[in-house]
């Protein structure tokens, strides 16, 4: 008797990004993007950025809706904890490119997820930030990411998706790689 | 005549902050934070990360509300653009955690802003994370930070604020240096 094979489906289209990729080998200058975000100042250490408009495919590109992230310090800096920390915006960002990469990875891979989920926890000594030892550094002293993953797959199988997602993700490479910042005052 | 000069205030608890780096220099375990953060992909390249507990001052402490990140990739990627993308919320950090700073150490140099913006540009080519050609990176080729700065202040003041900001930055230092992440799974 013939069974029927459900597709895998993980709402990633696959088709469109190995198109794209043929597509932007061939003209490069396409695959040149830059993306943007306007910052405000709110009051004490609350401000508030907003992301919309970026430039790729040749052009100038937006997304459907702006998006909008208030940053604060929390209470026990003394302040009125109006949003999340800078570095836990670090996290999310770290932690939506590796959960987006494994989709697609699976999706590619036709191995079914059910539910994916991600830990991360980053130590930080904030003797550093305070300015109170030089010898500490401002940032993370590390991430851990730890994910628990349902799929339609052997350990093995799930270890790849998520050790390939790692492989192309854009923030691991920010974090784990020197990025230049240039900051100017006009 | 005598002038009675308004007290700065950018909203920063400044005495605050200095008794905090006197009292954890003698006690530097307090310094010890941890952050975190919980993700859990929704569909796509869509997901969902939270941060509402950390660790810091000894003890397990939380933000008075849960702070909630939805990310995703733009329609020019063949997704739905149910959030910002990843990276630009890594921008969005970079941006919260500098402007925090300069509102801080103005507070300090006792110079009143009135008003701080940023713009972030950050240029990404994306056959890095399309994996079509290995010679390029997956993250940004660069971060380019522009304030415009209205305070009561000269321009060479201000100058030294945004660059004092930078020298005690968390983000700042996670982005320009490198950082270990670990991924496993469980």
């Known amino acids: 008797m013939a069974t029927t094979k459900t597709p895998v489906d993980n709402g990633v289209n696959v088709q469109a990004l190995l198109g794209a990729r043929e597509a932007l080998k061939k003209t490069p200058e396409g695959a040149q993007f830059q993306w943007r975000a306007t910052c405000s100042w709110v009051y004490g250490t609350h401000s508030r950025t907003t992301t919309k408009k970026y430039f790729g495919l040749g052009q100038e590109q937006q997304h459907k809706t702006e998006f909008s992230f208030d940053t604060d310090h929390p209470e026990v800096f003394a302040s009125e904890d109006k949003g999340a920390t800078p570095v836990e915006l670090v996290l999310a960002g770290l932690a939506g490119c590796l959960t987006a990469g494994v989709a697609s990875v699976a999706q590619m891979r036709e191995i079914q997820l059910r539910s994916v989920t991600a830990t991360l926890e980053a130590g930080m000594d904030i003797l550093g930030i305070l300015g109170a030892d030089s ?52």
């Open 135 to 186: 010898d500490v550094r401002n940032g993370f002293d590390g991430i851990k990411v730890t994910y628990r993953i349902d799929a339609d797959a052997t350990p093995a199988e799930i270890q790849a998706l998520v050790a390939q997602s790692q492989k192309r993700s854009a923030v691991y490479d920010i974090i784990t790689n020197p990025t230049n910042v240039t900051v100017e005052v006009v």
